[in-house]
């Protein structure tokens, strides 16, 4: 089984996300996807939304046949992506992992945590999104860690959205069904969540 790893916040998950797991799973690069909520990123402060909820709701969007919710990080509290990986590789021995990265990330995988490990172990897709490797600069760059690792390059279109922009939205009371499916928006009604735009 070929398996992409999606890791997030997920504060909420939106259809930028859904949509960008629909695009890879058509590329066929892998068989299923993994959504992996994060605890707490080392990059990132006042993710201040309970892991519970941020999992609920990537649990009510996939299908469980390819897309799947996993609490991997919050049982084990760890962050970094070397650990996740080293983990579920572990526990699934025949599986192979694709770590799905934005572009830019993709260029600094060197400074990973274990990133010459991480690098020489799993396999990645970096997700361009705006013709980010044809810039001369990221080119060069990207063709050092291209030959470090196994990665498959996948231009996709995403809608323009972004989980700071639905709590902003539903902290101004306005309508953010356009942009979360249903189960999203109502999970997010119903427990009243980012009123106070945490
Ligand atoms: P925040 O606004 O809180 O940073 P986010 O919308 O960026 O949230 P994350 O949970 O940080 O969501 O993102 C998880 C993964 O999804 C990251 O790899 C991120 O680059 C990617 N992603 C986020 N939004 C989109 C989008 N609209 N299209 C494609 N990929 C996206
Ligand atoms: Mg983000």
Redesign the pocket.
């Known amino acids: 089984m070929k398996t992409g790893i ?6 909420p ?5 859904i ?2 797991a629909r695009a890879i799973l058509e590329s066929k690069i892998v068989d299923k996807i993994l959504f992996v909520v ?1 605890q707490n990123p080392p990059h ?1 402060e006042g ?1 201040n939304t309970d892991a519970s909820h941020r999992f609920n709701m990537v649990s009510l969007v996939c299908d469980k046949i390819t897309t799947f919710p996993s609490d991997i990080e919050l049982n084990k509290q760890t962050n970094y992506t070397f650990d996740t990986l080293t983990l579920l590789s572990a526990q699934n021995p025949k599986d192979d992992f694709y770590f ?3 572009a830019d ?1 993709f260029l600094s995988l060197k400074n990973w945590y274990r990133g010459q490990e991480l690098m020489k172990k799993f396999n990645f897709i970096a ?1 361009e ?1 705006d013709g980010f490797f044809e810039d001369e600069k990221n080119k060069k760059l990207f063709e050092e860690i291209s030959s470090l690792t196994n990665a498959h390059i996948l231009k ?1 279109k ?10 902003k939205m539903v902290m101004q009371n306005r309508d953010i069904t356009e942009f979360v499916p249903k189960k999203v928006a109502d999970y997010i009604k119903n427990h009243g969540l980012y009123l106070g735009g945490e």
């Open positions: 999606l890791g997030g916040t997920f504060n998950v939106h259809n930028g996300h949509e960008m994060a990132k993710v799905i990265t934005g990330m997700v999104r996709i995403t809608p323009d959205i972004s989980s700071t922009m639905i709590r």
